[in-house]
């Protein structure tokens, strides 16, 4: 019983040392943000390029046809959202303890150049019509451009706990994409020579708002945080033009969306 005792004020004697060391840390010039910091992150979430509804026109021997569907704002959306899915990078620039300045974003750029098609040959001459040259059909050209950039600004405030760093912002996001395609084939029908494609067919989006944004950044240690995001009201204006071919006209379209709450985010960040 005196061995438990005693084992007992030790314990409490070493435990009241801990906490008495602890406090007198104060730990807030290592984890709250100071001007010149820069911190970057890796987005979780939802994805932030446009992807409905992109496809170029299709060509004139096949079903020649210019679809109407509208830009739509996919990236906001209230269905589908993955906090396991790596969406973007942050990077913030602090001008004081307060202030900060943000950008975000992401670009994808992808190009399959054409190839022309080679008709088979038939030796008609023998008498099992032999295949000289294989028929090799021809490489549509396909060039995708995605581009998404958000430009903001953060104002930090105090909090009771040391680790906690609220903010609250805005950010005007820009959205930019487009697919490209061309046939390069010249085929035989009826014995005449077709031309398939008349010249390159395009889809392009643009799209511009403005968001107001809070959030709330929970330092881990010294360099490390994890971080949430939430977009309260969010407005977003997209114009698509669809053109089936050069000289001809476009198909233009538009579309406006509003959204309150509509859009969150996690964080995984450094900072230096």
Do not use: C
Request: hydrophobic letters at 40%; aromatic letters at 14%.
């Amino acid at each position: 019983m005196k061995k438990i005792i005693t084992y007992g004020i030790l314990l409490f004697g070493i435990l009241g040392a801990t906490a008495q060391q602890i406090e007198e840390i104060d730990t807030t010039d290592i984890y709250a943000p100071v001007g010149g910091d820069f911190s970057i992150s890796v987005l979780f979430g939802r994805g932030n390029f446009f992807d409905t509804g992109l496809m170029a026109p299709s060509s004139p021997v096949v079903n020649w046809t210019v679809e109407g569907e509208g830009p739509y704002a996919d990236m906001i959306d209230p269905n589908e959202n993955d906090a396991s899915n790596m969406v973007g990078v942050e990077g913030r620039f602090f001008l004081s303890n307060r202030f900060a300045l943000k950008l975000s974003g992401g670009a994808i750029f992808r190009n399959t150049p054409s190839r022309s098609n080679i008709e088979s040959f038939t030796n008609f001459e023998e008498e099992n019509n032999q295949v000289w040259i294989p028929n090799y059909a021809s490489v549509e050209s396909d060039k995708r451009t995605d581009l998404n950039f958000n430009l903001g600004a953060e104002l930090h405030f105090d909090s009771r706990f040391k680790r906690v760093s609220p903010y609250v912002g805005f950010t005007f996001p820009f959205y930019y994409a487009r697919r490209s395609a061309y046939d390069p084939a010249v085929i035989t029908q009826a014995n005449e020579p077709v031309i398939v494609d008349i010249g390159e067919r395009h889809t392009e989006v643009f799209g511009v708002g403005a968001q107001i944004i809070g959030g709330v950044d929970f330092h881990l240690m010294e360099g490390l945080y994890m971080g949430a995001e939430v977009k309260p009201v969010s407005y977003l204006y997209a114009y698509s033009q669809k053109s089936p071919g050069p000289g001809l006209e476009n198909l233009e379209a538009n579309s406006n969306t509003f959204s309150f709450f509509g859009q969150t985010f996690l964080k995984l960040g450094f900072k230096f």
